[in-house]
Nanobody
Framework: VQLQASGGGLVQAGGSLRLSCAAS????????AGWYRQATGKQRELVAA???????IYGNSVQGRFVISRDNAKNTLYLQMDSLKPEDTAVYYC????????????????WGQGTQVTVSS
């Protein structure tokens, strides 16, 4: 399954953005999927993840502000980001795998091109 993230941009603190991740192939609906981010000089971290059955988990720093969702009919993963903070500035990536642990731990052999999110103060 190939993924392409989009929807990033420049936004003021307190603003909102909605990221999208388009998946190719027919297996996406059976996979878990996740959003990740990597800020300059930091390791990539899990932002949010969702199972094929719509169970979700969130990183502590985004809990209550971000919502992950999926539309299997459109083969698309979303991340609604509200109340953005300057510390949310990062390149955001999406990825998917049949194994939940792989998604939660971010143990992927390859990553697609991410989308830059910049939050100004």
């Amino acid at each position: 399954v190939q993924l392409q993230a989009s929807g990033g941009g420049l936004v003021q603190a307190g603003g909102s953005l909605r990221l999208s991740c388009a998946a190719s192939g027919s297996r996406f609906r059976f996979n878990a999927a996740g959003w990740y981010r990597q800020a300059t000089g930091k390791q990539r971290e899990l932002v949010a993840a969702i199972t094929a059955g719509d169970y979700t988990i969130y990183g502590n720093s985004v809990q209550g502000r971000f919502v992950i969702s999926r539309d299997n009919a459109k083969n698309t993963l979303y991340l609604q980001m509200d109340s953005l903070k300057p510390e949310d500035t990062a390149v955001y990536y999406c990825n998917t795998h049949p194994d939940w642990a792989t998604v939660v731990e971010g143990r992927f052999s390859s990553w697609g091109q991410g989308t830059q999110v910049t939050v100004s103060s």
